[in-house]
C-alpha cells in the first residue's frame, strides 16, 4: 500500500495496524517525517541518517535553534552502534530498555548519524523505545529515527493524535493513531558521558534511588517550556475567577489529574488535561497542589516550566 496521496497542506490520520506502518515507513524512507506514538508522548520522526529529512522535522515544528534530538533505535546492539555504553550506561540500558529512559552517551565519529541531529555536540541521545507502533517503524525502515515530541515548539506534549493535530496540520504528511500513550510525560534522561551519571531530565523512570545513592551526580535542566496560551496558575487550592481548575486529589476541580491523588494517573493524564484547559473559554488556568515525590517531581518540573513567563 502506498502512503497516502494527500496535497502538501493536508495530514493524514490512520490508525495503527500494519498497513499504516507500511505507509509511514515508505514516508519515511523517503525523507518526510511521521508522528508516530511511543509510551512516553507521540514523537515525530524521521530518518536519522538523512539530513533533509531532519532539517524537515526542525521546519514542521517552527523550532527556533537547532536542539539536538533523540534518536531511537529497536534494541540496545543498535545504540551499541551509534554511541559508545560505559559500563554504568551499559546496566542502565538493561535494566529500562525498551523504557521511557533516554540516555545521552558520547557518539561513534563514523555512526552515520546526520549533524543536524546532535547539533554538532560529540554526544548522543539514545532511546529504545517500547511501544509496539515505533517499534515496529524501527523494524521496518531499518533506519534509526530522530524524533523530538510531535508538536510545535514550545506548545504541550502531544499524548493523542488529536493533539499532535492541534499544532502540525498541515505540517506533516502522516500520524499514526494508537491512542492515548501510556506514561504521558516524556522520558527521563541521563546523561553517561564520561565518569558518573547526570539527570538531565526528570520522566517517568524514577531516578529518585539512584539519587539518594549519590550514582548521579547533580539534576539538570532542559531548556524547552510546555506552554499553554493561558496564564497558569499552580498549587491552586480554590478557583478563582476566570479559571479552568485542573484538579488532583481532594481538590476536584473541572477536570481531575486523579481523583485518588495517584500520581502515576497523573502523569498519563497531565498533557491530556493541559491540552483540555488550553481549548476550554476559560481565560485562565489553575492546577491543584501536586506532590513533589516520586514521579510528582516530574509533574512539577512540567508545570513550572508551563507557568514560567513567555521570554
Ligand atoms: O519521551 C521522549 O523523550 C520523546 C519521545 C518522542 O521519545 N521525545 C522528546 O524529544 O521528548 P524532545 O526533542 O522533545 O526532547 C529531547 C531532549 C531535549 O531537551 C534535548 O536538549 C535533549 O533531549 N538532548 C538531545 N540530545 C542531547 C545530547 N546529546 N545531550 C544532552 N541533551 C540532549
Ligand atoms: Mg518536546
Request: proline fraction near 8%.
Amino acid at each position: 500500500m502506498s502512503p497516502p496521496e494527500s496535497p502538501a497542506n493536508a495530514t493524514q490520520v490512520m490508525p495503527f495496524d500494519e498497513a499504516s506502518i507500511a505507509c509511514a515507513a515508505e514516508l519515511v524512507l523517503a525523507g518526510q517525517p511521521v508522528a508516530v506514538p511511543t509510551e512516553t508522548v507521540y514523537g515525530l520522526a524521521a530518518d536519522a541518517t538523512n539530513a533533509a529529512a531532519v532539517a524537515r522535522i526542525y521546519a514542521a515544528k517552527g523550532r527556533p535553534g537547532f536542539n539536538p534530538l533523540i534518536v531511537h533505535v529497536a534494541d540496545l546492539a543498535a545504540a551499541e552502534m551509534l554511541g559508545v555504553f560505559d559500563r554504568e550506561a551499559q546496566a542502565l540500558a538493561e535494566t529500562h530498555w525498551p523504557g521511557p529512559l533516554t540516555i545521552v552517551v558520547p557518539a561513534r565519529a563514523d555512526n552515520g548519524i546526520a549533524a543536524l541531529v546532535t547539533a554538532g555536540l560529540g554526544t548522543i541521545a539514545l532511546r529504545v523505545p517500547a511501544h509496539p507502533a515505533m517499534q515496529a517503524l524501527l523494524k521496518l525502515t531499518r533506519r534509526p529515527l530522530a524524533a523530538p515530541s510531535a508538536n510545535a515548539s514550545g506548545r504541550i506534549s502531544p499524548t493523542r493524535a488529536a493533539h499532535v493535530l492541534a499544532s502540525l496540520d498541515g505540517k506533516i504528511r502522516l500520524v499514526i493513531d494508537g491512542g492515548a500513550t501510556t506514561n504521558g510525560i516524556e522520558s527521563t534522561i541521563i546523561a553517561a558521558t564520561g565518569g558518573g551519571l547526570r539527570l538531565l531530565r526528570r520522566g517517568p523512570i524514577e531516578i529518585d534511588a539512584m539519587l539518594a545513592s549519590g550514582a548521579i551526580e547533580a539534576p539538570g535542566m532542559m531548556a524547552s517550556h510546555y506552554a499553554p496560551s493561558k496564564p497558569l496558575r499552580l498549587d491552586a487550592t480554590e478557583v478563582r475567577h476566570g479559571e479552568y481548575l485542573i484538579g488532583f486529589g481532594a481538590i476536584a476541580g473541572d477536570a481531575s489529574l486523579s481523583d485518588s491523588g495517584n500520581l502515576i494517573e497523573a502523569a498519563t493524564r497531565l498533557f491530556d488535561l493541559l491540552h483540555l484547559a488550553d481549548a476550554a473559554t476559560h481565560p485562565k488556568i489553575a492546577i491543584a497542589p501536586i506532590p513533589d515525590h516520586g514521579i510528582g517531581a516530574a509533574i512539577r518540573d512540567r508545570l513550572e516550566r508551563a507557568a514560567a513567563p513567555r521570554t
